[in-house]
Each structure stands twice: as structure tokens, then as C-alpha cells.
């Protein structure tokens, strides 16, 4: 029986991440994973293939819709080759997985594929092509997400899909109905709305978006609206059912009407779930609480003092990079150091285009929590960066506290704003004033001036170029 010092469950980013910070740091580390590559969801079925399918579809909605415009003219016809697109996309996903096979050789990890489960807290039987048993002073639970659906729908993963069938479709859907106004749902109906379909969307919110700030959600539905999406917010979904080719999705409105959407795919993106399946927690003394999380305290620890959990299958944010800091602050808690993480600076970010980024306490928060602040919103269209570009929608939105001045929140629709929020952490991390920004240079043109705005008009409502 091989032993290890660390032992961790899953190879999403949370889990190999993990690995190598253990591994790095001393400690003989092996990785299991039960499906054929690494990576999880994030990697194969999740960010990264997501990703791809954003870029394609972007440059091809510029080349029909943009193109002209800059002076590119293109004779004849152009064409979606979807195939081809689908093909690209998994070779992006290949080659990604494969480079964590390149760090687990390079970091010296030892690689098991097969669904561990816990024997006891110290010993786990992975079970694949033959079962195998490993000992294991640390384990790290990095089993990840599922997609999460209603218990009256059916998936049949032909029209009735989840995000995982969404990435790899054998045709563009004529009407492509998502139910679920949150992240994915709004990412992968770009994708789709970009090369032609007609896009419905269904949320159970007031407002799609629903988790980041008010004016956010509102900025982006003005936005999708302006790209044609047909978007429902107030629907409870009480059915979703298929006769042939045809889904037909009936919800209840507001105003306590019956209402039916009918469309040739349905996607249902209502969240995910933790996935603990298999573990056998039991056996190690593993506790889990009433949605199935691991119950862990501050430092990730399981009921198990030698058990970890990290990811989406604690609480908290179901985010890659949140996994990831949570991977390197166990591997250091086990090796004796005093890591940290602030919870409140892990930015989060929707992919559509323009982008949506925020990090930080909304303005409901603030309100809700009684904390008084000053807001500064610069719009892009006032950028000569995003006049160039021809990407002028949406805004920077900086909160700052009423009598420090410091910055509690940063919110941000516009393009780039996936890289621009970064900025935003940084300053907060280091607890700035949103006059400290203001006086920082920002390179001209770029996108990056209207960060500098908006802290401007938070610091003495005095922007520059409004």
C-alpha cells in the first residue's frame, strides 16, 4: 500500500492546485480523479470549453455585424461551420488538460483515476480499471459541482439540456430557451443568440443577475435586450416537457398568469450542487450539512481533524480561482504556515460580451447593512478607448465609505472588464481610498481610465470627462 502525506480527492482547480502547493512545499502528494482526464468541471465542461465557444462566437457576430463597418469587406457569404467550432473548442480543453498532466509529472504527483472513497479518515480505496487502497496522513476533498436542476423536469441531454450538452450541440437551435438568468445561462445563450438562434430567457428573480448589484443587473438587461434576447424575470418554470423535437416550458408569471415558451432546446441553468457522491464521508467521521456541503470551520477543516474540504463543495462562492485559494491555504495550514483569504475581495465575473465584473459589497449590501457610502459610475461610452473599439456599453461603479473615503466595492460592465477588475482587488486588498486611485496615472487610451473616473466622481463628484 502506497502512503502520502496528502491525499486529495478531485483534479478541478481547487484540487490539482492543491496538489502542487503540497507538493511544492515537501509533502508526497498523490491526486485522484475519477474521470479519464484532469481538470473537473472548470477545465472540461465548465470555463475553459465556455471560453472558447465565447471567442468563436464573438468573432464571428464582429465579422457579420462589425466588419463593414471597419472597412473589412469579405465577398460572399459567411458561414458557421458549428463542427468545426465544437472541434476547436475540445482541442482548447485538450490541450489545457494536458498541461496538468505536465504539472503533476513535473511536481511529482502521483496520479490515481478512479472514485476514491473513504475506508477511514487515514485510508482510501479508489476504485477504477482495479481498486487500489492509499494511506494518507491529509486528505483534501476537492470532489467539486454538478449541474443542480427542478425535481419535475427530465433531462433527456438531447433537448432538455445542462450546461455540459450545451457545449458540444450538433446544430445552431432555432429557438433555444434557458431557463435561469444567472451566469451560465446568460454566457451560453450568447454563444447561441451570436450564431442565430432566437434566445428566451426565464429566471425565477425580479432580475436576471440577481446575486450582483441592482444597477448591474439593470445595465446588462438593457444591453441583452438591445441584442435581441427575449428575457423573462418573475417566471416560476412549473413545467418543461418535450413532444418530438419541440420543448414546450410553462411558468407562472407575476401577475399569477400561465405563460408557455416553446422553442427546440431547453437549457437549464438553476445552479449547481455539491457533488460528494461516492465518498463514503461516513466512514472518516466526515460531516455534511442540509444541501449536502461539507461542513468545514475556518481553516477548511472537515469534522475529521486530518480531513479538508475545498471548492464548490463547501460553502461559499462556486468559483474557480475562490477553489484555487482555498487549495494553497490548506496545503499551507498543513505544512504550519498562517495563510490567509478574504472572502469579501474574491471577484466574480460573467463572460457575456461586454463583460460583467465585480468584487466587493453591492449597494443592497451596503444599505442592508447600514454602512454609509458614496458611489462614482463613469460610463465607457465617454472613453476614447471604447469610441475606437466600438465597445461602449456599460459603466465602472466605485463605492467608497462615506467618512474614510475607503473602497468597500467595485462594479463593471464594459469590455475587458474580466482583466480591469483586477485592479479593483488589488487597491481593496490594500484597503485604498477611492482618491488613491484618482491619483494614480492610467495609460490613455485605455479601458482602465474609467476606473480612475469613477473614483474620481466617488472622491468630490469631479470626473473629467463627463
Given at each position: 500500500?502506497?502512503s502520502?502525506?496528502v491525499?486529495?480527492?478531485?483534479s478541478?482547480?481547487?484540487?490539482?492546485?492543491?496538489?502542487?502547493?503540497?507538493?511544492?512545499?515537501?509533502?508526497?502528494t498523490?491526486?485522484?480523479?475519477?474521470?479519464?482526464?484532469?481538470?473537473?468541471?472548470?477545465?472540461?465542461?465548465?470555463?475553459?470549453?465556455?471560453?472558447?465557444?465565447?471567442d468563436?462566437?464573438?468573432?464571428?457576430?464582429?465579422?457579420?455585424?462589425?466588419?463593414?463597418?471597419h472597412?473589412i469587406?469579405?465577398?460572399?457569404e459567411?458561414?458557421v461551420?458549428?463542427?468545426?467550432?465544437?472541434?476547436?473548442k475540445q482541442?482548447v480543453?485538450?490541450?489545457?488538460?494536458?498541461?496538468?498532466n505536465?504539472?503533476?509529472?513535473?511536481?511529482?504527483?502521483?496520479?490515481?483515476?478512479?472514485?476514491?472513497s473513504?475506508?477511514?479518515?487515514?485510508?482510501?480505496?479508489?476504485?477504477?480499471?482495479?481498486?487500489?487502497?492509499?494511506?494518507?496522513?491529509?486528505?483534501?476533498?476537492?470532489?467539486?459541482?454538478?449541474?443542480?436542476?427542478?425535481?419535475?423536469?427530465k433531462?433527456?441531454k438531447?433537448?432538455v439540456?445542462?450546461?455540459?450538452?450545451?457545449?458540444?450541440?450538433?446544430?445552431i437551435?432555432?429557438?433555444?430557451?434557458?431557463?435561469?438568468?444567472?451566469?451560465?445561462?446568460?454566457?451560453?445563450?450568447?454563444?447561441y443568440?451570436?450564431?442565430?438562434?432566437?434566445v428566451?430567457?426565464?429566471?425565477?428573480?425580479d432580475?436576471?443577475l440577481?446575486?450582483?448589484?441592482?444597477?448591474?443587473?439593470?445595465?446588462?438587461?438593457?444591453?441583452l435586450?438591445k441584442?435581441k434576447?427575449?428575457i423573462?424575470?418573475?417566471?416560476?418554470?412549473?413545467?418543461?416537457?418535450?413532444?418530438?423535437d419541440?420543448v414546450?416550458?410553462?411558468?407562472?408569471?407575476?401577475?399569477?398568469?400561465?405563460?408557455?415558451f416553446?422553442?427546440?432546446?431547453?437549457?437549464v441553468?438553476?445552479?449547481?450542487?455539491?457533488?460528494?457522491?461516492?465518498?463514503?464521508?461516513?466512514?472518516?467521521?466526515?460531516?455534511?450539512?442540509?444541501?449536502?456541503r461539507v461542513?468545514?470551520?475556518?481553516n477548511?477543516?472537515t469534522?475529521?481533524p486530518?480531513?479538508?474540504?475545498?471548492?464548490?463543495?463547501?460553502?461559499?462562492?462556486?468559483?474557480?480561482?475562490?477553489?484555487e485559494?482555498?487549495?494553497?491555504?490548506?496545503?499551507?495550514t498543513?505544512?504550519?504556515?498562517?495563510?490567509?483569504?478574504?472572502?469579501?475581495l474574491?471577484?466574480?465575473?460573467?463572460?457575456?460580451?461586454?463583460?460583467?465584473?465585480?468584487?466587493?459589497?453591492?449597494?443592497?449590501?451596503?444599505?442592508?447593512?447600514?454602512i454609509?457610502?458614496?458611489a462614482?459610475?463613469?460610463?465607457?461610452?465617454?472613453?476614447?478607448?471604447s469610441?475606437?473599439?466600438?465597445?461602449?456599453?456599460?459603466?465602472?461603479?466605485?463605492?467608497?465609505?462615506?467618512?474614510?473615503?475607503?473602497?468597500?466595492?467595485?462594479?463593471?460592465?464594459?469590455?475587458?472588464?474580466?482583466?480591469?477588475?483586477?485592479e479593483?482587488?488589488i487597491?481593496?486588498?490594500?484597503?485604498a481610498?477611492?482618491e488613491?486611485i484618482?491619483?494614480?496615472?492610467h495609460a490613455?487610451?485605455?479601458y482602465?481610465?474609467?476606473?480612475?473616473?469613477?473614483?474620481?466622481?466617488?472622491?468630490?463628484?469631479r470626473?473629467l470627462?463627463?
Open positions: 500500500m502506497n502520502y502525506d491525499a486529495v480527492i478531485g478541478g482547480p481547487g484540487g490539482y492546485v492543491a496538489a502542487i502547493r503540497c507538493a511544492q512545499l515537501g509533502m508526497k498523490a491526486i485522484i480523479e475519477k474521470y479519464s482526464t484532469l481538470g473537473g468541471t472548470c477545465l472540461n465542461v465548465g470555463c475553459i470549453p465556455s471560453k472558447a465557444l465565447l468563436s462566437s464573438h468573432h464571428y457576430h464582429d465579422a457579420i455585424k462589425h466588419f463593414e463597418e472597412g469587406e469579405i465577398p460572399g459567411i458561414k461551420n458549428l463542427e468545426k467550432m465544437i472541434a476547436r482541442s480543453v485538450d490541450q489545457t488538460t494536458g498541461g496538468i505536465f504539472l503533476m509529472d513535473k511536481n511529482k504527483i502521483d496520479v490515481y483515476h478512479g472514485l476514491g473513504f475506508k477511514d479518515a487515514t485510508h482510501i480505496t479508489i476504485t477504477g480499471d482495479e481498486t487500489t487502497e492509499i494511506e494518507a496522513k491529509h486528505t483534501i476533498i476537492a470532489t467539486g459541482s454538478k449541474p443542480a436542476n427542478l425535481p419535475f423536469i433531462l433527456d438531447e433537448r439540456i445542462t450546461s455540459t450538452e450545451a457545449l458540444k450541440l450538433k446544430e437551435p432555432k429557438h433555444f430557451i434557458v431557463i435561469g438568468g444567472g451566469v451560465i445561462g446568460l454566457e451560453l445563450g450568447q454563444v443568440k451570436r450564431l442565430g438562434a432566437e428566451t430567457v426565464v429566471e425565477y428573480a432580475r436576471i440577481p446575486t450582483m448589484d441592482k444597477g448591474v443587473s439593470k445595465e446588462v438587461n438593457k444591453i435586450k441584442q434576447f427575449k423573462n424575470p418573475s417566471h416560476q418554470v412549473t413545467a418543461v416537457e418535450r413532444k418530438g419541440e414546450t416550458v410553462t411558468a407562472t408569471n407575476k401577475k399569477g398568469e400561465t405563460v408557455e416553446k422553442g427546440d432546446y431547453c437549457l441553468c438553476v445552479g449547481r450542487q455539491p457533488y460528494t457522491n461516492g465518498l463514503n464521508t461516513d466512514a472518516a467521521n466526515v460531516k455534511l450539512d442540509d444541501r449536502n461542513e468545514v470551520n475556518h477548511l477543516q469534522s475529521a486530518n480531513i479538508y474540504a475545498i471548492g464548490d463543495v463547501v460553502k461559499g462562492a462556486m468559483l474557480a480561482h475562490k477553489a485559494e482555498e487549495g494553497v491555504f490548506v496545503a499551507e498543513i505544512a504550519g504556515q498562517k495563510p490567509h483569504i478574504n472572502y469579501n474574491i471577484p466574480g465575473v460573467v463572460y457575456t460580451w461586454p463583460e460583467v465584473a465585480a468584487v466587493g459589497k453591492t449597494e443592497e449590501e451596503l444599505k442592508a447593512e447600514g454609509a457610502y458614496k462614482g459610475q463613469f460610463p465607457m461610452r465617454a472613453l476614447g478607448r469610441r475606437a473599439s466600438m465597445d461602449i456599453d456599460g459603466f465602472v461603479k466605485i463605492l467608497a465609505d462615506k467618512t474614510t473615503d475607503e473602497i468597500l466595492g467595485v462594479h463593471i460592465v464594459g469590455a475587458r472588464a474580466a482583466d480591469l477588475i483586477a479593483a482587488v487597491a481593496m486588498e490594500y484597503r481610498s477611492a488613491d484618482s491619483r494614480m496615472s490613455h487610451p485605455t482602465t481610465e474609467a476606473i480612475k473616473e469613477a473614483a474620481l466622481a466617488a472622491t468630490e463628484d470626473a470627462h463627463i
